[in-house]
């Protein structure tokens, strides 16, 4: 093997274990609530990325369409070439990083003035912090063909169609997930720590009211300081345990009727309305719509999940759910 074919192999497998790594950390501080340390490893793991693209396409691993499916079918068989240190390899990412552990030691995420909106090359996965240059110094792209990891758009991008018609939808979900389930199996928790079927349910109910008051406060004030206080998390909701399910159904479709009575009809302008939160920026209504649908949705996910093991483990036949809810939970995806 060629001296500079095992730089590429090295590079690959060095890249690829970056990705993983740093995606898999992402997803668990977004869980954790830790949203901007969240965005600073989903950036750092795109920078792995397309690293490790860029070192497959250069060791010949990418043909036509024809060749690339012939090539899985026989089975990818690389190298492994045995490699240094995969994260915290340049000095940005080490600068970045080592403001997170500081935040982490006083038990919080990032604030917003803490950490900037986060950029990185699509060519040769160089990061930059703030706007950047107009051109990549390493590989010349211009700023157009940067990946951008911005606070604005950390919760996701969906526009205000698309937030509507999943906060009109889920009362329909959540009437699904729960109907044909036993009373006692709702408030079952699997184990110690984990919320039952009741409790997340619950748990929605708060958080609409925690996003109306949100939505709120950005259409009827100018430029509004968003409450500094976490939502309530799910070990609040154990009051919902002594609830029946219908009540807790009702709790949730009278929250979201006043939700949705205050968000119909808004303009554009409106939905562009700015509020601001301490850790997440200066941020658009838009903005907590992503925020508080791909909270909702991630939810709907896991009592779909305990609805097919709870009905399941009871030998029920009835633990499918309709065809049609299925794209609902799944949207975006």
């Known amino acids: 093997m060629a001296v500079d074919e095992i730089q590429l192999r090295r590079a690959l497998c060095s890249a690829s274990l970056g990705y993983t790594a740093y995606h898999s950390w992402a997803v668990k501080a977004r869980q954790e609530r830790r949203f901007n340390i969240s965005r600073l490893l989903e950036a750092s793991s795109n920078v792995k990325r397309v690293k490790a693209e860029r070192a497959f396409r250069d060791l010949g691993e990418v043909g036509t369409t024809a060749e ?118 709702l408030a079952l928790r699997f184990a110690p720590g984990k919320p039952s079927m009741k409790e997340l349910a619950g748990h929605l109910v708060d958080m609409d009211g925690v996003f109306r008051e949100r939505a709120w406060l950005i259409l009827e004030t100018e430029s ?63 903005h907590q719509g992503n925020w508080v649908v791909s909270h909702e949705r991630a939810h709907l996910i896991e009592l779909a999940q305990m609805r097919h093991d709870l009905l399941e483990g009871n030998g029920d036949a009835s633990a499918g759910l309709p065809p049609q809810l299925v794209p609902e939970i799944l949207e975006g995806e």
Do not use: K
Not at 108 to 117: F, S, T, V
Not at 237 to 249: C, D
Not at 251 to 270: E, H, K, N, P
């Open 224 to 286: 509004p300081e968003l409450p500094l206080a976490h939502p309530p998390r799910l070990t609040n909701a154990s009051i919902y345990q002594g609830q029946t399910a219908a009540e807790i159904l009702a709790a949730f479709q009278a929250s979201r009727r006043q939700t949705l009575s205050l968000m119909r009809g808004l303009t554009s302008a409106a939905w562009h309305r700015t509020g601001h939160h301490e850790t997440l920026g200066t941020v658009p209504l838009t």
């Open 68 to 185: 690339n499916i012939a090539r899985a079918l026989a089975g990818l068989e690389p190298d492994t070439v045995a490699t240094g240190p995969v994260t915290g390899t340049s000095a940005l990412s080490r600068d970045l990083l080592g403001r997170a552990a500081r935040a982490l030691v006083e038990d919080r995420d990032l604030r917003a003035d803490e950490l900037g909106d986060l950029y990185v090359c699509a060519s040769c996965g160089e990061m930059f912090e703030g706007l950047g240059p107009e051109i990549c110094p390493v590989c010349g792209t211009v700023r157009e063909g940067f990946l951008g990891f911005t606070a604005a758009e950390s919760m996701g991008t969906r526009g205000p169609h698309g937030i509507m018609h999943a906060l009109e939808r889920s009362s329909e979900v959540l009437r699904a997930l729960l109907n044909g389930v036993d009373d006692a199996l």
